[in-house]
């Protein structure tokens, strides 16, 4: 009966252990530039729904990263206001619109807004273009990742 032996695994095991902490970047990147023609579908539905009177939503929506939500291999980003300027607050209500209501301040009834919706619409239209561009960003970046260890524990391994 002929015996046979698989060998390699600690140096397999090494190298894929190598390879996850390399991609943290990588993941980074493709998820960032995922979010981007989300980004540019927000504003241009914001500019076409005639919600850019002043432009000062329209500046501050941005692509951030959810420091709370985020791992290394795992990260979570969101696009919205930035909260640079104080139009942060009328997002949502662009969005969903609102009802109306009393302003005492003014010490007169607000008639309402209607919703005006850019960010869920963009996020409907371009979510298969977001996989896609994900897709192809990783990819290669995961390629390139391994390419490099490799060279590296060859380098290693002449040494």
Excluded at 5 to 18: F, M, N, P
Excluded at 42 to 70: D, E, P, Q, V
Excluded at 109 to 134: C, I, N, Q, S, Y
């Amino acid at each position: 009966m002929a015996k046979s032996s698989v060998t390699g695994g600690a140096e397999t095991r090494a190298a894929l252990k190598a390879l996850r902490s390399a991609l943290a970047g990588p993941l980074n990147t493709a998820s960032k530039r995922a979010c981007e023609p989300m980004l540019d579908e927000a504003k241009a539905r914001l500019a076409a729904n005639g919600s850019r009177k002043s432009g000062r939503l329209y500046k501050i929506l941005i692509i951030k990263r959810n420091g709370k939500r985020s791992r290394p291999l795992t990260p979570v980003y969101e696009i919205g206001p930035d909260g640079s300027d104080p139009a942060y607050r009328e997002a949502h209500l662009v969005e969903l619109g609102t009802a109306p209501h009393w302003q005492p301040k003014k010490k007169r009834m607000h008639p309402g807004a209607a919703a005006k919706p850019f960010l869920r619409p963009a996020f409907d239209a371009e979510k298969e273009t977001a996989v896609k561009v994900f897709a192809d960003t990783i990819g290669p970046a995961i390629e390139a990742q391994a390419a490099r260890l490799a060279r590296r524990a060859a380098k290693k391994g002449k040494s």
